[in-house]
């Protein structure tokens, strides 16, 4: 059974070297019900709106089995929330879950997005060296989701896949096409514009323009 973890919502924004200033990275576990609406789970921020955040990007989903390849990896402890997840969740493939997919999470209902960029911001969060390289190169990004239905939620819920596209390609398909990890970067960006086109999932702008751009370089190639 598939289930939440925790939720963690900003504790503290935390200055940073980039070009916000701040950032809201440091989640941390709250507990009882959490409300979500739109831009994601309430009483959170989001800092850089422009890259981390959005009606697309409005909730950050990482799971537990990926957080023990990092300890093991890392030999620290990956706490919810060191990431900026708003979701640790366990016994669903994250990375696995297919753009688009919804879940039944409490009572809000959630779809899978696109996967989580690393960024600088991130790298000095951890402190670790090459870290955006090793975090890309492992394919654990995590999702992001954009709220469907508001709703509340809490640590204990099922996480339930509710409505699964056809289209297939998942969130480590697309992680792995971003980052050079497929040879086959056209057919993926095909069959999501494919399924854009045919209404079968709401590509993110973000996505959906890379998708394009990745379609027509082998066209022109």
Not at 14 to 21: F, I, N, Q, R
Not at 77 to 82: A, V
Not at 123 to 145: H, P, Q, T
Not at 175 to 183: C, I, L, N, P, W
């Amino acid at each position: 059974m598939a289930e939440l973890l925790a939720v963690c919502r900003v504790h503290v924004l935390l200055p940073d070297a980039g070009a916000v200033g701040i950032t809201a990275i440091d989640k941390r576990p709250v507990e009882g019900r959490v409300k979500v609406r739109p831009l994601g789970l309430y009483a959170d921020l989001q800092a850089n709106r422009a890259d981390h955040g959005g009606v697309d990007q409005a909730v950050y989903a990482y799971a537990q089995e990926d957080a023990d390849h990092w300890a093991a990896e890392l030999g620290r402890e990956i706490t919810p929330g060191l990431f900026g997840e708003n979701l640790r969740t366990r016994g669903i493939d994250v990375n696995r879950a297919v753009i688009g997919e919804r879940w039944q999470v409490g009572t809000a209902l959630l779809e899978v997005t696109q996967p989580r960029t690393p960024c600088q911001t991130f790298a000095r969060r951890l402190g670790e060296e090459r870290w955006v390289r090793r975090f890309a190169e492992a394919n654990r990004s995590g999702a992001y989701l954009r709220v469907i239905e508001n709703g509340d939620l809490g640590a204990g819920d099922t996480v339930d896949v509710v409505q699964r596209p056809e289209h297939g390609v998942t969130i480590a398909d697309w992680f792995g096409v971003r980052y050079g990890q497929t040879s086959d970067g056209a057919a993926v960006a095909a069959r999501l514009l494919a399924a854009h086109a045919a209404d079968e999932v709401r590509l993110a702008d973000d996505l959906l323009r890379r998708a394009e751009q990745t379609a027509s370089r082998t066209l022109t190639s």
